[in-house]
């Protein structure tokens, strides 16, 4: 774990830079701090972000709100688009490698939900397909992109179009950070992030702390 000050710098800047594209626009999010002793090698927030309430859809068209419907122990979050070339298969993969080194029992405690930031072209069958590609039990949602960029802006994760591409396509810019969501009665929060490059061993290790009631949250 980085000392506060590094650390500090380190998440604010995957907040806001990554992603499949950047854009000059981007800007922070949100001020960011972190524990310096909380036994993880991603990062607990002091002030752990709040999802907004809006609804989205997962991949078999039932309605989903991360503030109030998460159930499980602990939910990842991953803000990203099935026609990224390669940063999100990179963490994609990461998260699925992660999930596989733990034992079943703690598998079982964990959601893993990606968000599309490019709803007009990631449908619920383009986002099941792709998904299955790295773990079936993955869920993807989609929705309206003003619901999408809520829900990223209250976890810190920016999202928007990037530059346009000559096939005619386009990028899409977004953060590359890994959210930790744990369930409340009142309103989820999200204490946990981990940045783009954490490797399997070390996200699989983090989600055992958690798991074990090991890690020190807000």
Same mark, same amino acid.
């Given at each position: 774990?980085?000392? @506060?000050?590094? @650390?500090?710098?380190?998440?604010?800047?995957?907040?806001?830079?990554? =992603?499949?594209?950047?854009?000059?626009?981007?800007?922070?999010? @949100?001020?960011?701090?972190? &524990?310096?002793?909380?036994?993880?090698?991603?990062?607990?927030?002091? %002030?752990? !972000?709040?999802?907004? &309430?809006?609804?989205?859809?997962?991949?078999? =068209?039932?309605?989903? /709100?991360?503030?109030?419907?998460?159930?499980?122990?602990?939910?990842?979050?991953?803000?990203? !688009?099935?026609?990224?070339?390669?940063?999100?298969?990179?963490?994609?993969?990461?998260?699925?490698?992660?999930?596989?080194?733990? /034992?079943?029992?703690?598998?079982?405690?964990?959601?893993?939900?990606?968000?599309?930031? %490019?709803?007009?072209?990631?449908?619920?069958?383009?986002?099941?397909?792709?998904?299955?590609?790295?773990?079936?039990?993955?869920?993807?949602?989609?929705?309206?992109?003003?619901?999408?960029?809520?829900?990223?802006?209250?976890?810190?994760?920016?999202?928007? &179009?990037?530059?346009?591409?000559?096939?005619?396509?386009?990028?899409?810019? &977004?953060?590359?950070?890994?959210? =930790?969501?744990?369930?409340?009665?009142?309103?989820?929060?999200?204490? !946990?992030?981990?940045?783009?490059?954490?490797?399997? @061993?070390?996200?699989?290790? /983090?989600?055992?702390?958690?798991? /074990?009631?090991?890690?020190?949250?807000?």
């Amino acid at each position: 774990m980085l000392r @506060a000050g590094v @650390a500090v710098l380190v998440v604010a800047v995957a907040l806001v830079l990554g =992603g499949c594209a950047s854009t000059d626009s981007e800007r922070p999010v @949100a001020d960011v701090s972190v &524990h310096d002793s909380d036994n993880l090698h991603g990062n607990v927030l002091t %002030d752990a !972000y709040h999802p907004a &309430h809006v609804s989205l859809r997962d991949t078999s =068209g039932t309605a989903y /709100d991360l503030a109030s419907d998460t159930s499980r122990p602990l939910t990842l979050v991953f803000f990203g !688009y099935t026609s990224c070339p390669d940063i999100c298969q990179e963490v994609m993969a990461d998260i699925a490698s992660a999930l596989v080194r733990l /034992d079943k029992e703690r598998r079982s405690k964990i959601d893993m939900l990606f968000v599309t930031t %490019d709803p007009a072209r990631d449908t619920a069958s383009v986002l099941r397909s792709y998904l299955d590609r790295f773990d079936p039990q993955f869920e993807g949602l989609t929705g309206r992109l003003s619901a999408i960029k809520r829900l990223g802006r209250s976890l810190g994760v920016p999202v928007e &179009h990037g530059r346009r591409l000559a096939t005619g396509g386009y990028d899409v810019a &977004h953060g590359t950070s890994v959210l =930790g969501v744990l369930p409340s009665r009142t309103a989820a929060k999200a204490p !946990y992030v981990w940045t783009r490059g954490t490797s399997p @061993a070390d996200l699989a290790d /983090d989600l055992t702390t958690i798991l /074990d009631g090991k890690a020190r949250t807000t």
